[in-house]
């Protein structure tokens, strides 16, 4: 099975930035869609960014021109940088992963634990 371990999260105030980490680990065969999401209290759970397995990224519409994901396939690492944060950022995210294991060589989705981001005044 694939482990999903996130970091980085924690209370900062509006304006200012947090950089998320992702690790996957557990004897990774190979590693497809990888992304963030995010789920508010009381909220669904929503995209927050994705890099798919061609490369391409999407966003959604409330963190354009202030989030940028990037993706390390050697270091099977995914990377969130929140710059300009509003108090609306806050909620736990998430890491999103699709992949296989050589133990489980067919592809199946993972998810992290979560990491908390609090953004308030």
């Not at 592809?107 to 992290?112: H, L, M, P």
């Amino acid at each position: 099975q694939v482990q999903l371990v996130e970091s980085g999260g924690g209370l900062v105030q509006p304006g200012e930035s947090l950089r998320l980490s992702c690790v996957a680990s557990g004897g990774i065969r190979n590693l497809g869609d990888m992304g963030w999401y995010r789920q508010a209290p009381g909220s669904q759970r929503e995209l927050v960014a994705e890099v798919g397995d061609i490369g391409n990224v999407e966003y959604a519409d409330s963190v354009k021109g202030r989030f940028t994901v990037s993706r390390d396939r050697n270091k099977n690492t995914l990377i969130l940088q929140m710059n300009s944060l509003k108090p609306e950022d806050t909620a736990v995210y998430y890491c999103h992963a699709t992949g296989s294991t050589w133990s489980r060589p067919y592809e199946t989705a993972y998810w992290g634990q979560g990491t908390q981001v609090t953004v308030s005044s």
